[in-house]
């Protein structure tokens, strides 16, 4: 069952806007972790946050993580055309196990 | 990028047929994984590798088994293909376990007709 839950499905932009994509998920974590998937290419790693840590940024990218929510939230900001893509949130199953469990994604279209 | 190879990158099958995917990675990672892609479902789990020989289920593992002889090699097998088996299917690899990051391979897109 999936343990991460992205909203929304999908989201459009102008380009120059920011751009928040949220994550929900089910049991404790040890991290979450932010992916991007362009059209018809394999995923490729954005950011991992601890269970640990609020905040983290990296480039344009802020990632936030609220344990007693258990919610996570990618903020993209400035957004570009090249932004456009899917973005998942996947989050280590219960018990700390090896397997990372992935969300369904939100779809991002960033128009210029 | 991550040397991740997988092969072949499309396939049309028959219902019934035996198939085989590789995957085939350079950066020596203990970590292996097989997933499909479906629209509605997100990414799912089948099976990975945690070294040589050593496998274990995903979320959807019936009806796939899997090898790995070689640290660079997974191998993917759908033993009677089924139309319910039509997906992407990616490999991806990671030096740990869940505290790492995964690096993902092109994908195979598959066709049970």
């Known amino acids: 069952s999936q343990q991460g839950e992205e909203d929304p499905q999908a989201l459009s932009i102008q380009e120059g806007e920011n751009a928040t994509m949220n994550c929900s998920y089910k049991?404790?974590?040890?991290?979450l972790q932010w992916y991007r998937q362009n059209s018809g290419r394999g995923l490729v790693h954005l950011i991992l946050?601890?269970?640990?840590?609020r905040e983290k940024h990296s480039g344009r990218l802020r990632v936030t993580l609220d344990t007693s929510k258990k919610s996570s939230s990618l903020l993209i900001t400035a957004s570009r055309a090249a932004d456009t893509a899917s973005y998942f949130c996947a989050t280590d199953g219960q018990g700390g196990s090896e397997k990372l469990v992935f969300g369904k994604g939100t779809k991002l279209t960033v128009n210029p | 990028d991550a040397g991740i190879t997988q092969s072949p990158r499309h396939k049309v099958t028959e219902t019934g047929t035996p198939v085989t995917l590789r995957c085939h990675q350079t950066e020596n990672h203990r970590y292996m994984y097989w997933y499909r892609q479906d629209p509605g479902h997100g990414l799912r789990l089948i099976h990975y590798?945690?070294?040589?020989?050593?496998?274990d289920k995903g979320e959807v593992s019936d009806g796939y088994s899997v090898s790995r002889s070689k640290t660079e090699d997974f191998l993917l097998t759908l033993e009677s293909a089924t139309s319910s088996q039509t997906s992407v299917y990616f490999c991806a690899i990671s030096e740990g376990r869940y505290s790492y990051e995964q690096y993902f391979g092109p994908g195979t897109r598959l066709t049970v007709t």
């Open positions: 049991t404790s974590i040890n991290n």
């Open positions: 590798s945690y070294g040589v020989k050593d496998t």
């Open positions: 946050i601890r269970s640990n840590e």
